[in-house]
């Protein structure tokens, strides 16, 4: 689930708007797979945000939804598409979708409370429960139980305010992160200079970072290029799970750093999850260049992957 719509959840909870909500549940015959995508709709057709699942599908889940509020019953819909239709919703050829329309149960994500959980749905009864989250994706599970996977958003948190990190910040907002900037400096790390960051925290960098969760939802990167910042964040970074640490400079500079360390006593697996040089080598130089090299390493780091062109595999 994206960034946005975990935002939008938490609007509509907050504001107590009755609304339906409908799932892309299933998809056959089409690819890629986009199950989970979700929509909102409340009485007489409002679109609540910009989260839609696209095309004739949407208009299908419009014309539903006021008789799914009034009846308060769940409806499963399920749509024949073309080749264009299914291009409209992102889908690379035509087949059949299915989805699952509901009133939204503000409730319901209330208890989930920000952790990873699943909500298992069955489609027939419209009857809800929480359960441990599985592996992989929310998936129909069987033909009645609809298990959707809620992972909060991550949150890269980035020290050094740095010109990559500027581009850095808009690159990841855009692909559903949440955004930290940290860094000494005020007048670098301003909501002048980065007006999509989520949080920017001033002050000692090494006692910030020594006050602050890292885990597997928060990937790190280090853009100060300064070591009395590197050294004291990577010490704190590699003591935790995140699930992405990495560190500009060169090839020589993030080899002196590691030896120092090294020096301190952390362990040699543990120094080879900093990942340095940063990035995925995609050729350019300019800091926008820079920063997406970094966003999208940290993509393939997550997804398992090594960034290698689809081409090649």
């Not at 009864?125 to 139980?145: F, Q, V, W, Y």
């Amino acid at each position: 689930m994206s960034h946005e719509t975990f935002e939008l959840i938490d609007q509509l909870r907050r504001s107590g708007k009755r609304s339906t909500m409908a799932t892309l549940i299933r998809t056959i015959g089409t690819t890629p797979r986009k199950e989970g995508t979700k929509m909102f709709v409340g009485e007489g057709g409002a679109i609540f945000g910009s989260v839609t699942i696209g095309g004739c599908v949407d208009a299908k889940v419009i014309e539903q939804a006021d008789d799914v509020l009034r009846s308060s019953k769940p409806r499963r819909i399920e749509l024949q598409l073309g080749d264009e239709e299914a291009w409209e919703i992102g889908l690379t050829c035509g087949g059949a979708v299915e989805v699952f329309v509901e009133p939204f149960d503000a409730k319901l994500y209330a208890l989930a409370g920000g952790r990873p959980v699943a909500i298992a749905t069955n489609v027939v009864t419209g009857a809800h429960a929480l359960i441990e989250p599985p592996d992989g994706k929310s998936r129909m599970l069987n033909e009645r139980i609809y298990v959707e996977v809620l992972r909060p958003p991550s949150t890269l948190i980035i020290f050094g305010a740095s010109a990559v990190a500027i581009p850095l910040v808009t690159f990841a907002r855009t692909l559903g992160f949440r955004t930290t900037i940290v860094d000494g400096r005020a007048r670098f790390a301003s909501r002048e200079r980065f007006p999509d960051a989520d949080d920017i925290r001033v002050g000692i960098v090494s006692e910030i970072a020594g006050q602050m969760q890292f885990g597997p939802a928060t990937p790190i990167v280090l853009v100060a290029h300064d070591y009395k910042i590197d050294v004291p964040v990577l010490e704190k970074a590699l003591a935790s799970d995140a699930p992405y640490i990495g560190l500009l400079g060169s090839r020589r500079r993030g080899a002196t750093i590691l030896q120092m360390l090294r020096d301190a006593g952390v362990a040699e697996s543990q120094l080879s999850r900093v990942h340095t040089p940063i990035g995925l080598d995609l050729g350019g130089e300019s800091a926008a260049d820079i920063a997406l090299s970094i966003i999208s390493e940290i993509v393939a780091v997550t997804h398992g992957r090594n960034g290698s062109p689809l081409s090649a595999r």
